[in-house]
Nanobody, 128 residues
């Protein structure tokens, strides 16, 4: 398994949660990464993305100011810190990695078709 997401669970509205994605070194090194989510009956959507260098990020409008994506090269782990969650954040959350290093270190990808590797998903349920 190259990507392993964890950290999901049941959280009350207004609370916080941190998701983690443990990656193999091969999957993590030089790889732009992202978090996506899919709610019941809806299509998968981008939540946040980060460049392989870690110095550039992208957020969906719905999570700006509430969620933070980060990566730790020492542990090959991708994170998604979630604050002030609401019922609309209930979904299965996936981490993804692109295994082709872009020429520019700050490139981020918001399109799911840009990613080659996917984790198994971790479920976040927000109670109102």
């Amino acid at each position: 398994v190259q990507l392993q997401a964890s950290g999901g669970g049941l959280v009350q509205a207004g609370g916080s949660l941190r998701l983690s994605c443990a990656a193999s070194e091969r999957a993590f090194s030089g790889a732009p990464m992202g978090w996506f989510r899919q709610a019941p009956g809806k299509e998968r959507e981008i939540v946040a993305a980060i460049s392989w260098s870690g110095d550039n990020t992208y957020y969906a409008d719905s999570v700006k100011g509430r969620f933070t994506i980060s990566r730790d090269g020492a542990t090959n782990t991708l994170y998604l810190q979630m604050h002030i969650v609401g019922p609309e954040d209930t979904a299965l959350y996936y981490c993804a990695a692109r295994n082709r290093r872009p020429p520019r270190s700050g490139t981020v990808y918001s399109d799911s078709r840009s990613y080659d590797l996917w984790g198994q998903g971790t479920l976040v349920t927000v109670s109102s």
